[in-house]
């Protein structure tokens, strides 16, 4: 299968600061990329919709002031989270479309967030 | 109703049972279907995809389609306990993003 990478793995921060996860398609072009946040023993919510070349868009509830996404080309998308607090540590996860496999949706390994 | 319907579990079976995990959607003009295995901490790994109805077989899991019924399946045989974790069954209706399901746990017993 197609493989999605995500970095970093995990990462602490103080709250008020700014943070950036990459979401990167390794071996395939990926013109959409999804953004998912699952809170523990939660299932999984979509945060937005990421494509490339164009405004992300986010899902209902979602703020896209605190959450800024850029999708700057076929293998690179990239989540901020701006200012976080604690409430917004959580597991963040990408995925992508690969549409040579008939569109299946591959995950990333998942960005662990802790706003201290 | 939700998009997207599976039983939260936990489904508890013994080591080299089958276990048979369902799912139901609501759209019925949905194409495309897929089982994800989600170990605790880890992201989704995708299992399986089936579009056409029937089954379809890889290795010890197999998927069945039933599009008059909006019903989807995972059979997984010979279960064994590296296979506890849960599963999410997620459906792609007419637009481009999959729906989840909110998972199945699965609880395999050596």
């Known amino acids: 299968g197609a493989v999605v990478s995500q970095h970093p793995s995990r990462v602490i921060c103080k709250s008020g600061t700014s943070v950036k996860i990459e979401c990167r398609s390794l071996d395939f072009q990926a013109t959409t990329m999804f953004w998912y946040r699952q809170f523990p023993k939660q299932s999984l919510m979509l945060m937005a919709t990421?494509?490339?070349?164009?405004?992300?868009?986010?899902e209902q509830g979602v703020e896209k002031d605190k959450f800024l996404i850029n999708h700057a080309s076929l293998t690179l998308s990239t989540l901020t989270v701006t200012s976080a607090h604690p409430e917004d540590s959580s597991f963040y996860i990408c995925?992508?479309?690969?549409?040579?496999?008939?569109?299946?949706?591959?995950f990333g390994p998942g960005t662990r967030l802790l706003v201290l | 109703q939700k998009e997207v319907e599976q039983n939260s579990g936990p489904l508890s079976v013994p080591e080299g049972a089958i276990a048979s995990l369902n799912c139901t959607y609501s759209?019925?003009?949905?194409?495309?279907f897929f089982w994800y295995r989600q170990y605790s901490g880890k992201s989704p790994e995708l299992i399986m995809f089936i579009y056409s109805n029937g089954d379809k077989e890889d290795g010890r899991f197999t998927a069945q389609l039933n599009k008059a019924s909006q019903y989807v399946s995972l059979l997984i045989r010979d279960s064994q306990p590296s296979d506890s974790a849960t599963y999410l069954c997620a459906v792609r209706p007419r637009r481009d993003k999959l729906v989840f399901g909110a998972g199945t746990i699965l609880r395999v017993k050596s």
């Open positions: 759209d019925r003009g949905s194409q495309s």
């Open positions: 995925s992508a479309i690969s549409g040579g496999q008939g569109e299946t949706q591959y």
């Open positions: 990421s494509n490339e070349g164009s405004k992300a868009t986010y």
